[in-house]
């Protein structure tokens, strides 16, 4: 388990935010995404502040815009379900363009998409900056618990037996002349997700009981941590702060 993972939302890098050590940057995400969702809706200038500072670490840590805009469509149901609260709320209604829309849906559809988009950035911030082992390692420094930290250290190198054998007999049937893309072929695309199933749960089957094998009792062995330099905590908790100023001066004119 000690061996590097290969993750889709990490990209490598030498920058100083790439560089500081993933418990404060564990921490100083958790702490942004709360400020962002403790702040008041109609605060619509605190929310610009927040987009100016992950716009500015995502330039410090040299993350493309179009990497972060792309992995941020994962959440069009959500901006779906903003669009369509100010036909569908009840209500004072105001005329936008021509139509009748819901105050209180425009209040709620902004609160939705605002909130949603700036904590789903921060969070892609931290995994692009932060391999995933890292990301254990800073869950272990910050005394996560030991079994959620093996769960989650076991589905991360599961994760990849499931990948590396899907590309396995994707290759296998190219191989055969068989590569179902259209809507009639979908019942081979049902067999090959229903072998992949098979297939991985005897993989699975056979990953514990060599584990077993080799005196596993239930949890990933301690490893030797250190602890991180005050500097490095000063250092991370600079845009924890500033989004701790944004909040407080958007409640004191709440």
Same mark, same amino acid.
């Given at each position: 388990?000690?061996?590097g993972?290969?993750?889709?939302?990490?990209?490598?890098g030498?920058?100083?935010?790439?560089?500081?050590a993933p &418990?404060?940057?564990i921490? /100083?995400?958790?702490?942004?995404?709360v400020?962002?969702?403790?702040?008041?809706?109609? /605060?619509?200038?605190?929310?610009?502040?927040?987009?100016?500072?992950l716009?500015?670490?995502s330039?410090?840590?040299?993350?493309?815009?179009?990497?972060?805009?792309?992995r941020?469509?994962? &959440?069009?149901?959500?901006?779906?379900?903003a669009?369509l609260l100010?036909?569908? /709320?009840a209500?004072?209604r #105001? &005329?936008?363009l021509?139509?009748?829309?819901?105050?209180e849906?425009l209040l /709620?559809?902004?609160?939705?998409?605002?909130?949603?988009?700036?904590?789903?950035? #921060?969070s892609?911030l931290l995994?692009?900056t932060t391999?995933?082992? &890292?990301l254990?390692?800073?869950?272990?420094?910050?005394?996560?618990?030991?079994?959620?930290?093996?769960? $989650?250290?076991?589905?991360?190198?599961?994760?990849?037996?499931?990948?590396?054998?899907a590309?396995?007999m994707?290759?296998?049937?190219?191989?055969?002349?068989?590569?179902?893309?259209f809507?009639?072929?979908?019942?081979a695309? $049902?067999?090959?997700v229903?072998?992949?199933?098979?297939?991985?749960?005897e993989?699975?089957e056979?990953?514990?009981?060599?584990?077993?094998?080799?005196?596993w009792?239930?949890?990933?062995p301690?490893?030797r941590?250190?602890?991180t330099p005050?500097?490095?905590w000063?250092?991370g908790?600079?845009?924890p702060?500033?989004?701790?100023?944004?909040?407080?001066?958007?409640?004191?004119? $709440?």
């Amino acid at each position: 388990m000690g061996a590097g993972h290969v993750s889709a939302l990490y990209l490598p890098g030498s920058s100083r935010v790439h560089r500081a050590a993933p &418990e404060v940057k564990i921490v /100083a995400a958790l702490l942004v995404v709360v400020c962002v969702v403790a702040t008041p809706r109609h /605060a619509f200038w605190a929310f610009a502040c927040y987009a100016v500072l992950l716009f500015g670490l995502s330039r410090l840590a040299a993350v493309p815009m179009r990497w972060l805009s792309s992995r941020l469509l994962i &959440e069009l149901p959500f901006v779906v379900l903003a669009f369509l609260l100010p036909f569908t /709320a009840a209500g004072p209604r #105001t &005329e936008v363009l021509g139509l009748a829309l819901s105050v209180e849906g425009l209040l /709620a559809g902004w609160n939705v998409l605002a909130k949603g988009t700036l904590g789903l950035a #921060t969070s892609l911030l931290l995994a692009a900056t932060t391999a995933p082992n &890292e990301l254990l390692l800073g869950m272990r420094r910050l005394r996560a618990p030991k079994l959620l930290t093996t769960i $989650a250290s076991l589905m991360l190198r599961y994760a990849e037996v499931v990948v590396g054998e899907a590309r396995r007999m994707r290759v296998a049937r190219i191989a055969r002349g068989h590569d179902p893309r259209f809507l009639w072929q979908v019942g081979a695309t $049902a067999r090959g997700v229903g072998s992949l199933f098979i297939r991985s749960y005897e993989r699975g089957e056979r990953v514990h009981l060599a584990m077993l094998s080799r005196g596993w009792s239930g949890a990933v062995p301690d490893a030797r941590v250190g602890r991180t330099p005050a500097a490095a905590w000063a250092l991370g908790m600079v845009p924890p702060a500033v989004a701790v100023l944004v909040l407080g001066a958007a409640l004191w004119t $709440a």
